[in-house]
């Protein structure tokens, strides 16, 4: 936990040993790990890190991601993959983030999209200033 900044826990009940292999390998890319490790075992490691996060809130099979960059990184990839994220934990900030908000997170485009639509979102104005000025040129030729 100390390497990391994230924990995402996926609901992986009912998948196959391909798709979990699928999904590690996809993480591995990102440096991240899932790991299945007992709820009650993964509740003490907590409480000596002075977490307060009680995974055994969880009625389901629990996989837990352990991740050295941001949450919102890992949440896409689990969520393409059509795992269940059924909440998470930035060690860092010290907050828990729910399903709700952990389907959110995995729903976003990547950091590259969202750059590039900042970018057309900025250069718009200056189109169409430039589309105003070439169209005034060419009425004070026509004249």
């Not at 040993?17 to 509740?43: N, T």
């Not at 189109?127 to 004249?143: A, C, G, H, P």
Request: charged content about 30%.
């Amino acid at each position: 936990m100390d390497e990391n900044r994230s924990m995402v826990f996926i609901d992986f009940t009912g998948k196959s040993v391909g798709e979990m292999e699928s999904l590690r390998r996809k993480l591995g890319e990102l440096g991240a790990k899932l790991k299945v490790i007992k709820k009650k075992l993964l509740r003490i490691a907590f409480s000596e890190k002075k977490i307060e996060f009680d995974p055994e809130q969880f009625e389901t099979q629990l996989g837990t991601i352990f991740a050295p960059s941001e949450m919102h990184e890992i949440a896409g990839p689990v969520y393409k993959s059509g795992l269940k994220m059924i909440g998470g934990y930035d060690l860092q900030a010290k907050s828990v983030l729910d399903e709700k908000q952990m389907k959110v997170l995995g729903q976003l485009p990547s950091k590259e999209v969202l750059l590039g639509q900042l970018v057309g979102m900025l250069a718009a104005p200056i189109r169409m200033f430039l589309y105003v000025l070439d169209q005034k040129s060419k009425q004070m030729v026509e004249k």
